[in-house]
């Protein structure tokens, strides 16, 4: 499936250079396999990634940490002029990103119960 350039470079570099909010979270749902919850985002980031470099290397230089704002979108669009507006994007297998139920995975981050409330 393809996803727009922007949005690979948002889950790549994990700054924010999508055009909405919420964009490029649709590019870690697709690679999961999952519609993921908030808590599942940060375990799904890494493997994704990782992923996405692995099929396009020149994403792994890419490194926003001292660049401010309008550098980062400039570095962004040269990006998208080199790759063009969209990419390509594989799915996860089950052993580089194992499902699991959001519950549980909440319930594993916190050692507190997990109740379940039933309407």
Excluded at 58 to 79: H, I, P, W, Y
């Amino acid at each position: 499936m393809k996803f727009p350039t922007r949005d690979i470079i948002s889950v790549v570099t994990g700054y924010h250079v999508s055009n909405e909010p919420k964009d490029f979270l649709c590019v870690l749902d697709y690679m999961t396999g999952v519609n993921l919850y908030t808590h599942q985002y940060p375990r799904a980031a890494v493997p994704c990634r990782d992923a996405l470099i692995a099929q396009y290397p020149q994403l792994g230089n890419l490194d926003f940490s001292t660049l401010s704002v309008d550098e980062m979108l400039a570095k962004r669009d040269r990006m998208i002029a080199i790759l063009g507006e969209e990419l390509e994007v594989n799915q996860l297998s089950e052993d580089v990103y194992p499902r699991m139920d959001a519950l549980t995975e909440l319930e594993q981050m916190t050692d507190k119960p997990i109740v379940q409330v039933l309407v």
